[in-house]
C-alpha cells in the first residue's frame, strides 16, 4: 500500500477514535444534551480542524513560506478585531434573524481575514522572504489588537465579558450553526482541492506558474477570499484558536514525504482534524470537573510542534 | 548536533568577564527586590474583633483610633494600620491627617459613604456611570464629583491634583498594588479597602463600621450594621424554620459555551443557602469561582428550579439569543427566572453592586421571596426581576 494511502488510513482511525472518545467519554445520555451540546461541539472541532489546516496550506502555498498560517499572517487578528467590533459595537444588531446572525459572524471574520491577506500579499510583492511576512503579521496583529483594546476601553460590562470569553475559544456551537459552517468549510476545500494542480505549478515561482499557463492573480485572488471565508467563519464561530493552521501542513508534508497538492490536502485536512479533536478531548476531560482552555490546550500541543518545524528547516 | 559552547563564547567575552557580569546583577537584583518587613500592630491599643469580617480590625489607645487592614493574601500579616488622633504615630502606621474628601474608586464604597451620610464628602470616583444611590447620583449631576478611571485605567495625574484627604482604594493583582504605592509616595493617603474579597455577606456589609471610623462617623456605622445584621439573621432564621423542600438553584450564565459558577463557599452561594435555596454546587470547595461547560451545566442543572442572576438579561428573548440551547433549561421553559437587575442607571450602574453590598438584608430577603414565595408574600423585591 502506497504510504500516503496508509497514512491516510490512520489518520482517519485516530480522528474515528477522537471523535467516539469525545462523544462518549462521561457516559452522556443520548438525549437533548447529546444532540444538542455533545455532538454539534464535536463536530465543530472536525470543521475547524479542517477549515484551518487548509487555510494554512493555502497560506503556506500563496505566501511560499512554511511558517504562514492564519495568526502569525495576522489573518486570525484581523478576523478577530472585525468580530470584536461586531460584539463590542454592534450589540444586536442582527438581533431577530438566525440567518444573520451567523452570517454576521462569519462575514465580519471574513471581511478582517481577507483584508489583512491583501495587504500581506502586497507586502510581499514588492518584499519577499520569510522575515518580512513574519514581522508584516506581528505587526498587523499589533494593530488589531490595539484596536480590540480600544473597543474594550467603551464597551460594557456584558460586552466585554462576551469578548474575553469568545476569545479564549469554544468549540461549543449551537447545532443550527453546524450546517453553515459545514457548508462553508466545504466550498473552500473544495476550491483548493480543485485549484491543486495550480497551486503545485505556483509553489516554484511567479515566472514557473505563468509558463505552466496558471492566471496568477485569479489564482491569489481565489486563494485570499477562499482562505479569508474558512479563518473568518472558524474565527467568528469558534474564537481565534492557534497553531493548527500552521502545524497541521507541516505534519502532512512529514508524514507522506510530499509538497504535492494533490497528495497533501487529505492528509492536511485530517492532521488538522486529529488536532483539534485532540485538543478539545483534553479540554474538557483531562482535569475531571474543571474545562480547560482550548486554546491554551492548542498551544500546549502546537508549540513543541512550530518548534519542531523551526528546528527542522534549519 | 553543533558542540554546545558555553554563552560567553558566542558574545565573545572572556570567562571573568562574564562571571563579573552576571555576579553584579544578581546583586543589583537582590537589592532592588523589596524589603518584606512585617507590620506590627502598635503597642497598649485595644481592638475590637468585629463579628463577620476577617479583613478589618478597629482599636483605640486613650482619644486616638486605629484601623487594622489584614493582608488579604496572608492572614498572619497586616496590609496597612492607620492612625486618627493628636497621639504620636506608631512606627509603620499611617497618619490621618484630615478627613474632609474622600475619592472612592469603587461604587461600593460611595454606597456605603451614603448609608452613613457622608456623600458630600465626595470629590472624586473611578467611573461616574456605576453609582445608584440617590444622593451620590445627585452629587454626579450637580458636576461636584471627578471622574478618575473613565476607561478602567486611572489617571494618576488627576487624581494627584485633586489631592483628597482619603482615597479609598482597591487592588487585584501585584500590578494593581504597584501603581497605588507610587501615589503614596506622592502623598496621597490610600487606605486599601479589600471588602470584595469577604465571603460572607454581612462580612462584605460589615465593612461599614470601617468606612464609619475612617470617615469620622463611628455611631452611624454601628447603627447601620446592627440594623442590617438584625435584619439579616432573623429572614435567615425564618427561612431555616421553614418546612418545605428547597428549591434547586442555578446562577450565573454562559460565554462562549463556558459557564463561570461561584463556588461551594463564596458570597452568592452563602446567599443562596441563608435565602432557603440549594446551589446545586454547594459542595464545591472554595470562596471564588470556578469553570464548566454548557453541557455539563445542563447535565446538572438541566432541571433546576430556580436560575439567578442570568448575565445582563432582562427578558427571556435576550437569553435565548445568547444561546438558543439556554431554551431547553428548566427554569427558562417554567418561566422561573430572576434577574439582579431591577435598578440600574442605564449607564452599566447596578444597584447590586453598591447598594446590595452594603444592604445584604434586603438581598436576602429578595431571594427568600424568589425560593418561597408563599412565606414572605409582603415583601416586594428590591434588587431581583423575573425575566419574561
Redesign the interface.
Given at each position: 500500500m502506497k504510504r500516503k494511502n496508509l497514512v491516510n488510513i490512520v489518520l482517519l482511525l485516530m480522528a474515528g477514535a477522537l471523535v467516539a472518545a469525545d462523544l462518549l467519554i462521561d457516559t452522556?445520555e443520548f438525549g437533548?444534551?447529546f444532540t444538542?451540546?455533545?455532538l454539534p461541539?464535536v463536530m465543530a472541532a472536525f470543521i475547524t480542524g479542517i477549515c484551518l489546516s487548509m487555510c494554512g496550506l493555502a497560506l503556506q502555498t500563496l505566501f511560499r513560506n512554511p511558517l504562514a498560517g492564519p495568526f502569525l499572517t495576522g489573518v486570525t487578528p484581523g478576523a478577530s478585531f472585525t468580530v470584536a467590533l461586531l460584539l463590542m459595537a454592534g450589540g444586536?444588531v442582527f438581533?431577530g434573524s438566525a440567518l444573520l446572525e451567523n452570517l454576521g459572524l462569519a462575514a465580519s471574520g471574513m471581511i478582517g481575514g481577507a483584508a489583512v491577506l491583501l495587504i500581506q500579499l502586497s507586502v510581499s510583492r514588492r518584499h519577499g522572504g520569510m522575515f518580512t511576512l513574519l514581522l508584516t503579521g506581528v505587526l498587523l496583529g499589533y494593530l488589531f489588537g490595539a484596536g480590540v483594546e480600544i473597543l474594550q476601553?467603551?464597551a460594557?460590562?456584558?460586552q466585554l465579558?462576551?469578548y474575553?470569553?469568545?476569545g479564549?475559544g469554544?468549540?461549543?456551537?449551537?447545532m443550527?450553526q453546524i450546517p453553515f459552517y459545514t457548508g462553508i468549510a466545504l466550498c473552500g476545500t473544495l476550491w483548493i482541492v480543485y485549484q491543486r494542480h495550480r497551486l503545485d505549478a505556483y509553489l516554484p515561482g511567479d515566472t514557473y506558474a505563468q509558463n505552466a499557463g496558471v492566471d496568477l492573480q485569479r489564482l491569489r485572488l481565489g486563494l485570499i477570499l477562499a482562505t479569508g471565508l474558512m479563518a473568518g467563519a472558524s474565527t467568528g464561530f469558534c474564537?481565534p484558536i492557534g497553531f493548527v493552521g500552521m502545524v497541521a501542513p507541516h505534519l502532512a508534508r512529514a508524514l507522506i514525504k510530499s509538497n504535492s497538492h494533490g497528495q497533501l490536502w487529505l492528509t492536511t485536512a485530517l492532521c488538522g482534524a486529529v488536532l483539534c479533536l485532540l485538543a478539545d478531548t483534553v479540554a474538557?476531560f483531562a482535569v475531571p470537573?474543571?474545562?480547560l482552555n482550548v486554546n491554551a490546550v492548542c498551544a500546549l500541543l502546537g508549540a513543541p510542534m512550530v518548534l519542531w518545524v523551526i528546528l527542522r528547516s534549519r | 548536533m553543533p558542540k554546545y559552547r558555553f554563552p560567553c563564547v558566542y558574545l565573545q567575552l572572556p570567562m571573568q568577564a562574564f562571571r563579573g557580569i552576571v555576579i553584579l546583577v544578581s546583586l543589583l537584583m537582590a537589592a532592588c527586590t523589596p524589603s518584606t518587613r512585617r507590620l506590627q500592630l502598635p503597642d497598649n491599643v485595644t481592638w475590637s474583633r468585629p463579628a463577620h469580617s476577617r479583613l478589618f480590625m478597629p482599636g483605640h489607645r486613650g482619644q486616638d483610633s486605629f484601623l487594622a487592614l489584614r493582608h488579604p493574601d496572608d492572614s498572619s500579616r497586616w496590609l496597612q494600620i492607620i492612625h486618627w488622633g493628636s497621639g504620636s504615630t506608631p512606627d509603620g502606621c499611617i497618619h490621618l491627617k484630615n478627613r474632609k474628601t474622600v475619592a472612592a474608586m469603587s461604587a461600593v464604597f460611595t454606597g456605603m459613604m451614603e448609608e452613613l451620610g457622608a456623600t458630600t464628602m465626595l470629590t472624586g470616583i473611578d467611573n461616574l456611570r456605576y453609582p445608584t444611590t440617590p444622593l451620590t447620583r445627585r452629587r454626579i449631576k450637580a458636576g461636584s464629583v471627578t471622574e478618575l478611571a473613565p476607561t478602567g485605567t486611572l489617571d494618576k495625574e488627576k487624581l494627584l491634583r485633586l489631592k483628597p484627604d482619603i482615597t479609598l482604594a482597591y487592588y487585584i493583582d501585584n500590578k494593581g498594588a504597584e501603581q497605588w504605592e507610587t501615589l503614596e509616595k506622592a502623598g496621597l493617603t490610600v487606605v486599601y479597602c479589600q471588602n470584595f474579597l469577604e465571603s460572607h455577606p454581612l462580612g462584605r456589609a460589615e465593612w461599614i463600621r470601617a468606612f464609619g471610623w475612617l470617615l469620622g462617623r463611628p455611631q452611624q456605622a454601628e447603627a447601620v450594621f446592627d440594623m442590617v445584621r438584625e435584619h439579616y439573621e432573623s429572614t435567615r432564621a425564618a427561612v431555616a424554620s421553614l418546612d418545605e423542600p428547597k428549591p434547586a438553584v442555578l446562577c450565573n450564565a454562559p460565554y462562549s459555551g463556558t459557564w463561570d459558577l461561584p463556588s461551594g463557599d463564596s458570597y452568592m452561594a452563602r446567599l443562596i443557602a441563608d435565602a432557603g435555596g440549594a446551589y446545586i454546587w454547594a459542595s464545591k470547595p472554595g470562596a471564588g469561582h470556578f469553570t464548566l461547560g454548557l453541557e455539563t451545566v445542563f447535565k446538572e442543572a438541566g432541571d433546576a428550579d430556580i436560575w439567578i442572576n442570568p448575565g445582563g438579561c432582562r427578558n427571556l428573548d435576550c437569553l435565548r439569543s445568547m444561546d438558543k440551547r439556554l431554551g431547553l433549561f428548566a427554569p427558562v421553559k417554567n418561566q422561573r427566572v430572576y434577574n439582579n437587575t431591577a435598578i440600574t442607571t442605564g449607564e452599566g450602574g447596578n444597584a447590586w453592586w453598591d447598594y446590595a453590598v452594603s444592604r445584604p438584608d434586603l438581598a436576602l430577603k429578595d431571594l427568600a421571596r424568589i425560593f418561597h414565595p408563599l412565606q414572605f408574600p409582603e415583601h416586594q423585591p428590591v434588587f431581583f426581576e423575573p425575566l419574561k
Open positions: 452522556p437533548t444534551a444538542q451540546f455533545r461541539r444586536g438581533a476601553s467603551f460594557g460590562a456584558e465579558k462576551s474575553t470569553m469568545w479564549l469554544s468549540f461549543s456551537i449551537p443550527k474564537g474538557h470537573g474543571i474545562q | -
